[in-house]
């Protein structure tokens, strides 16, 4: 699919939204970028960067003759913005996200769109820093990172193979996944991570000796706890979107460290030294196959 949006909209022109519009410009596959937001700060520091060529008065004017809408804001958020585009959305519009849930934000879409459910096609970008705002966005961000189409049944092959160009227009790899699969998986490899991230450094700083205690931290501690620098608001939205699926690997992740404790207690060299074992043989088999997988995107595979 060979194309050029002449116009998108994004809601949302921090991190996620600001470099998508970065990518798509460096890809010379979009002609005008509006931004649409809550900040006018944000909004005019965009401008100012040149991630967004015009900010949107109203959201008549916002989705007005647009090729592309993504709402890159937190996930809460999705349904009052979807009810705020639908009344004005045009035929051959469509609505697209970057929401790291997936099962509330088609919910939401159902709930909200009506007739037009079809022209909303669910996405997620893989990727991200713990920065934040316009000034955080990278138009390179996307590059060999995945993307996940959640398609619905009412999505045209069109609409969608739209939204995987834009989204390979950034350098992103397609991938798909149904929403519930989707929240599944992120639960235990992305949520549940920012959680024990966050919790730990919650832990830390609460103590009355938290200061001595930051001072000797050093890269094993900031790289483990890298992530607890991300939005607050928007991981307590996702952490909210999809806690039923959080809460059962919570529990099995739980059940894990009272495993631990009870080695721990008794000093069973053995057991421990075989579950850090078996961890380390993990990790290197993912970082070899993510490894692998880059070269051959290099090198030209599939």
């Known amino acids: 699919m060979q194309q050029v949006f002449n116009r998108i909209a994004i809601f949302g022109v921090g991190l996620i939204g600001g470099s998508f519009a970065l990518a798509l410009k460096k890809a010379n596959a979009v002609e005008h970028v509006i ?7 944000s909004l005019q520091r965009a401008l100012e960067l ?15 003759d647009i090729d592309l809408i993504i709402i890159a804001a937190p996930v809460a958020q999705t349904a009052q913005i979807l009810s705020s585009i639908v009344p004005h959305l045009q035929p051959g519009t469509i609505v697209t996200d970057a929401g790291s849930t997936k099962s509330d934000v088609v ?12 022209q909303f096609v669910p996405a ?13 966005a990278l138009m390179d961000l996307y590059s060999g990172k995945k993307t996940v189409i959640t398609r619905l049944p009412e999505n045209s092959d069109e609409d969608v193979a739209a939204v995987a160009y834009a989204w390979q227009s950034c350098g992103a790899v397609i991938h ?10 992120f639960a235990s490899v992305s949520h549940l991570p920012h959680l024990l991230a ?13 200061d001595r205690l930051f001072q000797y931290a050093a890269s094993g501690f900031r790289d483990f706890t890298r992530i607890a620098g991300s939005s607050p608001e928007m991981w307590r939205d996702i952490t909210l979107a999809n806690r039923a699926a959080i809460l059962q690997e919570l529990d099995s992740y739980s059940a894990q ?20 074992a078996n961890a380390q043989s993990a990790r290197h ?5 993510i490894e692998s997988a880059e070269k051959q995107n290099k090198d030209g595979g599939d």
């Open 257 to 276: 460290l009272a495993q631990l404790r009870v080695h721990l207690i008794s000093g069973d060299a053995n057991a421990i030294e075989s579950i850090y």
């Open 285 to 289: 088999n993912w970082i070899n196959a």
């Open 198 to 210: 966050y919790a730990l450094v919650d832990d830390i700083a609460r103590k009355p000796h938290a």
């Open 107 to 118: 919910a939401s879409a159902r709930l909200v769109m009506g007739d037009k459910l079809a």
């Open 176 to 185: 798909y996944l149904t929403p519930a699969e989707h929240d599944t998986v």
């Open 50 to 64: 040149g991630i967004i060529d015009e900010i949107a008065e109203s959201i008549e004017l916002a989705v007005r």
């Open 124 to 136: 997620h970008p893989i990727a991200g820093r713990e920065l934040n705002g316009p000034d955080a």
């Open 35 to 41: 931004g649409v937001g809550r900040s006018a700060a």
